[in-house]
């Protein structure tokens, strides 16, 4: 079993729509989870990240992690174009970074 | 040049062929890292160096080889790959071991 799962799509939804991003992981010792965003030909760079449960919102993104289910998510409210990208969901503890597959977003004018 | 910069950005070589690739990073970190991004696949860490340490080797096979002159260079070096090799390499740093890394662009590396 992979420690994080993440659907690698590709997930295609118009502009303006509430896009959710999921991933499960299996590690009860991780503390932190990450979204990192990866435009082509770009290497990954962090988007956000919460520590433990709950939610967390940046404009109009927003993270959210469920312990006991060991479910993350990623809500893109208003989607542009430019959110078009894949994103990597990640969770960390112990001095253990592990990543899940990406989820290869487009957003269609 | 910011943040983390990598050479070559496409590089193709045969299965006998030797080379390396490079990453400089500009952000004063103290820890990189080297991972392979394969299509569908986790990202998967291959090497880590801390203050020029080697920390964590993840099982990579003798046929990559890390060089860490200095915190701030990061090299690796290839030598008769498999094709199944060809994917691309990212190079990474952060303050200490942390969750935020700081990604280059990318190697894209094809075995023929």
């Known amino acids: 079993q992979k420690e994080v799962e993440q659907d690698p799509g590709p997930l295609s939804v118009p502009e303006g729509a509430i896009v959710s991003l999921n991933c499960t992981y299996s590690n009860s010792a991780f503390q932190y989870f990450m979204w990192y965003r990866q435009y082509s030909r770009k290497g990954p760079e962090l988007l956000m990240y919460?520590?433990?449960?709950g939610n967390k919102e940046d404009g109009r993104f927003t993270a959210q992690v469920d312990k006991s289910s060991k479910y993350i998510s990623l809500f893109i409210r208003d989607s542009q174009p430019s959110d078009s990208a894949t994103y990597l969901c990640a969770s960390a503890g112990a001095q253990k970074l592990v990543f899940g597959q990406g989820t290869r977003l487009t957003i269609n004018p | 040049e910011t943040g983390v910069t990598q050479t070559p950005r496409h590089l193709v070589m045969g299965m006998t062929n030797k080379k390396s690739l490079k990453c400089e990073q500009h952000?004063?970190?103290?820890?990189m890292y080297w991972y392979k991004q394969s299509a569908k696949k986790p990202l998967e860490l291959m090497f880590v160096?801390?203050?020029?340490?080697?920390?964590e080797n993840n099982s990579v096979p003798s046929r990559f080889s890390p060089e860490c002159p200095n915190s701030s260079h990061l090299f690796l070096h290839l030598h008769t790959l498999q094709p199944e090799d060809s994917a691309l390499y990212l190079c990474?740093?952060?303050?200490?071991?942390?969750?935020?890394?700081?990604f280059g662009p990318g190697t894209r590396l094809t075995v023929l």
């Open positions: 952000l004063g970190h103290n820890a």
């Open positions: 990474a740093s952060s303050q200490d071991w942390g969750i935020e890394q700081f």
């Open positions: 919460t520590y433990s449960s």
């Open positions: 160096y801390n203050f020029k340490e080697q920390t």
